[in-house]
Nanobody, 125 residues
């Protein structure tokens, strides 16, 4: 079993930056070939894909809406994944979730095996 805990959310002005962290416990996720994903869910909307990162951090993918502004990375020695967010916009406001799955990364939420509880990101002036 893998437990995921997100942190780093908060209130930021448009154009600002935040770095989200997702700490994993229960398994050494680098050793278990766990791909990681970031998703977000705004009120009244479905959960949507934001970014994925593969087991060793060498391959990342991003939603078009965040490409060029968000960067995902991971430190397997710390069992932690990061989402650096820059140039934040009000439409980025959502609860952000990290998720883990075996084998390769995916943009499909239902393919993920483990989820964190989420962290709120609010972009507002």
């Amino acid at each position: 079993q893998v437990q995921l805990v997100e942190s780093g959310g908060g209130l930021v002005q448009p154009g600002g930056s935040l770095r989200l962290s997702c700490a994993a416990s229960g398994l050494t996720f680098g050793s278990y070939a766990l791909a990681m994903g970031w998703f977000r869910q705004a009120p009244g909307k479905e959960r949507e894909f934001v970014a994925t990162i593969n087991r060793n951090g060498g391959v990342t993918n991003y939603a078009n809406s965040v490409k060029g502004r968000f960067t995902s990375s991971r430190d397997n020695a710390k069992n932690t994944v990061y989402l650096q967010m820059k140039g934040l916009k009000p439409e980025d406001t959502a609860v952000y979730y990290c998720a883990a799955k075996r084998d390769g990364p995916s943009r499909v939420p239902r393919e993920y095996d483990f989820w964190g509880q989420g962290t709120q990101v609010t972009v507002s002036s």
